[in-house]
C-alpha cells in the first residue's frame, strides 16, 4: 500500500535561533566550518547564548582538540553561563565525548530543541585515517541524523575544519569531512580571515562568514571572543 505524505508538513519549518543575521530552523543543518583560530567554536558559543537566554533547550558536543572550557582567559563561555547561572543549569546539557551509537539514544531521552555538535570532523577521525573510510562515516551518519532530526523537529549546527588542495595551479580551500558534509546541510558558512595588503594589525581580528556563497557576513572578534558585527570594506 502506497502512503501518502503531508508535503505541507514535510516542508514546513520554523526559525529556532538566530545570530548575526544566520537562523537556525528546526529540521535543518547549518554548517560552520574555518580554519583554525577563525571563530567556529566562538560563533557557536554565540548561538548557544541566544538559544540559552530564550529557555532553548540545547545539548552542546563539545568535541572539538580543545574544550571551550580550556580555552584561554577571558573565557567566553565562561563569562557568558555565569552571567545567566540558572538558564544554563536549566537548558544545557554539556558533553566532551561523542559515540555515534549512542547519540541518538542521548537526545531521544533529552529531547531538545538544538543540538550543536562541534568538532563533528575531529571525532570521526579517531576511527580511521584513512580519508575515504571517514568520508563514509560521516556521511552515514549525517544520512540517520538528516531523518531523526525530522522526526524529532530539532535543528543541528555542525563545525568542521577546511584544508587547502591544490587543482591545475590554482590553491582552493576544501570543507574537510567529505563532500556528503557540505550537501548533506542545508546551510553552509565558511568563516575566512580578513586579507589586508596593509597587514594592519586589527585585521586579524576580522573575519567574513560566507553564507552559502550569496550573503556575506563580516565581524570583529573583539577581546574575550565576543562577535561585533562591523561593516567591511
Not at 27 to 42: D, N, P, R, Y
Not at 49 to 58: F, Y
Not at 179 to 185: D, H, V
Request: aromatic fraction near 10%; charged fraction near 30%.
Amino acid at each position: 500500500m502506497l502512503e501518502k505524505v503531508d508535503w505541507k508538513e514535510e516542508i514546513k519549518t520554523e526559525p529556532i535561533v538566530e545570530f548575526g543575521g544566520i537562523s537556525v530552523n528546526v529540521k535543518t543543518i547549518l554548517l560552520i566550518a574555518g580554519q583554525s583560530m577563525a571563530g567556529k567554536t566562538i560563533t557557536c558559543i554565540h548561538f548557544l547564548n541566544e538559544a540559552i537566554i530564550k529557555n532553548i533547550r540545547t545539548a552542546y558536543f563539545d568535541i572539538d582538540e580543545k574544550t571551550i572550557i580550556d580555552r584561554q582567559e577571558p573565557n567566553l563561555f565562561k563569562e557568558l553561563s555565569k552571567s545567566n547561572q540558572k538558564k544554563y543549569d536549566s537548558c544545557l546539557s554539556y558533553y566532551q565525548s561523542f559515540d555515534k551509537e549512542l547519540f541518538f539514544e542521548e537526545i531521544e531521552k533529552l529531547k531538545p530543541a538544538l543540538v550543536i555538535l562541534d568538532g563533528i570532523y575531529h571525532s570521526f577521525c579517531v576511527n580511521t585515517t584513512i580519508a575515504n573510510e571517514r568520508a563514509k562515516l560521516i556521511k552515514d551518519f549525517l544520512i540517520q541524523l538528516r531523518e531523526f532530526m525530522k522526526i524529532h523537529k530539532i535543528g543541528v549546527i555542525l563545525t568542521t575544519p577546511i584544508g587547502k588542495i591544490t587543482k591545475e595551479g590554482k590553491t582552493e580551500l576544501v570543507m574537510l569531512g567529505g563532500e556528503s558534509i557540505k550537501y548533506l546541510s542545508d546551510v553552509k558558512v565558511m568563516i575566512q580571515f580578513v586579507e589586508d595588503e596593509t597587514k594592519d594589525s586589527k585585521s586579524a581580528y576580522k573575519r567574513i562568514f560566507f553564507v552559502d556563497k550569496n550573503h556575506q557576513f563580516a565581524f570583529n572578534i573583539d577581546y574575550g571572543g565576543k562577535l561585533i558585527p562591523i561593516n567591511y570594506p
